[in-house]
Nanobody, 123 residues
Framework: RVRLVESGGGSEQAEGSLRLSCVFSGFTSSRYSMAWFRQAPGKEREGVAALDTGGITQYVASVKGRFTISQDIGKNTLYLQMNHLKPEDTATYYC?????????????????WGQGTQVTVSS
């Protein structure tokens, strides 16, 4: 079965950087999409960045130019490099996966989810 385990969250000051990691396993296909979502208290879950094995990457407008999604296939790890952090980036961040390409930023496309990692940015 597909398993996703996130790490790398923590507390950082504004304009700082953090890198999230998501180790994945159990995919039954070499064609898949993976994404990072986040949810702040009292807000809906939001797609942050996504990529697929076909080369597509997508970002929500609020993180373009600051966040970078990437993967190391040899290490079965998805990353989210977050630079120039802002207090509004504070949220629980989730790694998600789906079989098939497309890299959507909509959560209902993703059947597989990690447990989440907290990111807190102070001003």
């Amino acid at each position: 079965r597909v398993r996703l385990v996130e790490s790398g969250g923590g507390s950082e000051q504004a304009e700082g950087s953090l890198r999230l990691s998501c180790v994945f396993s159990g995919f039954t296909s070499s064609r898949y999409s993976m994404a990072w979502f986040r949810q702040a208290p009292g807000k809906e879950r939001e797609g942050v960045a996504a990529l697929d094995t076909g080369g597509i990457t997508q970002y929500v407008a609020s993180v373009k130019g600051r966040f970078t999604i990437s993967q190391d296939i040899g290490k079965n790890t998805l990353y989210l490099q977050m630079n120039h952090l802002k207090p509004e980036d504070t949220a629980t961040y989730y790694c998600a996966a789906k079989l098939g390409v497309g890299a959507p930023l909509l959560d209902y496309y993703y059947p597989f989810w990690g447990q989440g990692t907290q990111v807190t940015v102070s001003s």
